[in-house]
């Protein structure tokens, strides 16, 4: 009996002192993580500093949606919000560029500010969008052992948030829409949606040269003719660089998911795809200064005089890229 008592005193102790030492000294883990890149997509790159590993990215994931690393209640996913493609229309000022596919992005924000790494971009958001305040997260017992764990690091630093949310940012990756199972065989669009492509992928409509094929973007700037007269502050790229040949220039948005918004363009002026439709068909301003020289091809001169059939067919095909399967992804969700 004695011996017994003493046996599960003994193993008592043992375990206290075993869940204390990991209390007070985490240990640095390393889980590799593969990035499942939708099928047809080219590769993407990761940084050797950064390698995924399934401890970051579910501390990236976690800060993505905690207010913790802003100081007036804001997290990433609240404008960034998963239902409507990581963007959302409820945010007064510039329309709100959705989260997708930016680890094959090189230029971030709509004039461009930014053309660097994504871990670059993070830090940015970090230190100059957030101004993230480091001591309250240095202050969180639960952070501190996730970034040690994650990074190593025993002080939090705002490199290693940043590397953190870029490696969530690498699993944003949406190639699931019927759109892409059609480039996959894997289904058949219908004659409308059909013509909606012809259209958007023809001289007919020109899409395709700026939103082109696997990531609806070509990740460059351009004047697609919005305006004519330019506000101060409200010039485009011209406002990032100085160049009087950036006038008018903005990010080229991917169309993926483009049906769940309902604010277009960089300033949100459309409410609708059909209004985005008219404007390209008859409201482009071909004597905007530096327009690009697609939007003023001769035979577009009169505008693009489609049908109301051939704009209702390429609404259509626009909605072909929504993917619900990345909307609905659990592991992308809060955790
Ligand atoms: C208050 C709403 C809001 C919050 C919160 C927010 N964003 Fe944004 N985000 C925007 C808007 C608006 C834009 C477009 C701004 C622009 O280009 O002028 C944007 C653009 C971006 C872009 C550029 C995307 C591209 O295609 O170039 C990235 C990256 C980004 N945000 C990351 C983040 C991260 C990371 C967080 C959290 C740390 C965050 N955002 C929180 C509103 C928000
Ligand atoms: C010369 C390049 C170019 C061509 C051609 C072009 N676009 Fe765009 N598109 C852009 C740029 C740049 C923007 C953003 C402009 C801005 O906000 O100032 C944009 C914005 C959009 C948007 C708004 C997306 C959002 O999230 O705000 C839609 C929808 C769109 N284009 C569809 C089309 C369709 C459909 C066609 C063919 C009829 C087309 N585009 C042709 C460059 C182009």
């Known amino acids: 009996m004695k011996l017994r008592f003493a046996i599960l005193f ?16 985490p240990q640095t883990s390393f889980t590799p993580y593969e990035i499942q890149v939708p099928k047809q997509f080219p590769a993407i790159d990761v940084p050797a500093d950064n390698a995924m590993s399934v401890e970051r990215l579910q501390l990236g994931r976690k800060l993505y949606y905690d207010t913790i690393i802003s100081n007036d209640g804001r997290a990433c996913g609240n404008c960034h919000y998963q239902p409507q493609g990581f963007s959302s229309d409820h945010v007064p000022g510039n329309n709100v560029l959705p989260h997708v596919n930016l680890g094959w992005s090189k230029y971030f924000l709509w004039k461009g500010e930014k053309n660097c790494t ?52 690498r699993t944003l990756n949406s190639g699931n829409s019927k759109y892409d199972k059609y480039r996959r065989h894997e289904l058949a669009l219908s004659q409308n949606e059909r013509n909606g492509m012809i259209i958007f992928f023809t001289e007919k409509g020109d899409c395709f040269h700026c ?14 003719g919005l305006d004519s007269i330019f506000d101060f502050g409200e010039k485009g790229r011209f406002d990032v660089t100085g160049n009087v040949n950036d006038i008018g220039k903005y990010k080229t948005p991917t169309l993926r998911n483009c049906e769940l918004r309902h604010k277009f363009m960089h300033d949100g002026r459309y409410t609708s795809l059909e209004q985005v439709i008219e404007f390209y068909n008859s409201g482009v301003k071909q004597t905007s200064v530096n327009i690009d020289p697609l939007m003023t091809l001769p035979y577009k001169e009169n505008g693009l005089q489609l049908t109301q059939q051939d704009k209702d067919d390429l609404l259509l095909f626009l909605k072909t890229f929504t993917d619900t399967a990345y909307i609905h992804n659990p592991e992308l969700s809060k955790p």
Not at 10 to 25: E, P, Q, R, T, Y
Not at 138 to 158: C, D, H, M, P, W
Not at 211 to 224: C, K, Q, V
């Open 10 to 25: 003994f193993l008592l102790v043992l375990l206290g002192s075993a869940c204390k030492k990991k209390d007070d000294n």
């Open 211 to 224: 939103h082109n094929e696997i990531f609806l973007t070509d990740n460059a700037l351009h004047n697609n």
């Open 118 to 169: 994504l871990e670059d971009m993070m830090l940015f958001e970090v230190n100059d969008f957030f101004e993230t305040n480091l001591n309250k997260l240095n202050a969180n017992e639960t952070y501190r052992q996730l970034f040690y764990k994650a990074y190593g690091v025993k002080q939090i630093a705002s490199k290693d948030v940043a590397y953190a949310l870029a490696q969530f940012f």
